[in-house]
């Protein structure tokens, strides 16, 4: 069986949404996570807003190894309109978020990622779809913004692994108990 692994930035105060304001800086140690993370997925669900702004962003994007990663995935996006930016890869997802990945869980292949799409994360985490959840956790107080966790029932989770970077970072890796 596939496993859904959802990657997130976050702040210390739990806000996932736009991590450039509170995110300071980038190591090596967060590109080795990162490389670890998508080099076992082969797709990836995304919201629309998150499919929106980085269909504008990465396909011209040089940040290796995600950009080469994203643009080439299989990317599913929960939305109920059409997609109005085409980006190759992409597929609106028919139907029930949650029986999709059940579904897609089912069949072979690798990892499925959830990355920076917080409604995704919280639909899946809610429906017990998520295998593993893996933080960088910003040292910053971000005050505003929606946070990944808000409105969660209670999940019991297990620490798998926790390292700080160079940065200050903290990578936290944790699955459901």
Known sequence: MRRVVAYELVSLD???EAPDEFI??????????LAAVIGTQDAVVLGRRSHDEWAGYWPGSDIEPFATFINGVTKYVATSTPLT??????TVIEGDLVTLVRDLR?????DIGVHASISVTQALLA?????ELRLIISPNIAGRGRRLLEGLPAIAMETLRTA????????VDLRPA
């Open 127 to 131: 429906a017990g779809l998520v295998d």
């Open 24 to 33: 300071t800086g980038w190591d090596s140690v967060m590109d080795d996570n």
């Open 14 to 16: 739990g806000v996932a």
């Open 106 to 110: 089912q069949q072979p292949g690798g």
């Open 164 to 171: 700080r970077t160079p940065t200050g970072h903290l990578l």
């Open 85 to 90: 930016i085409h980006w190759p890869g992409s």
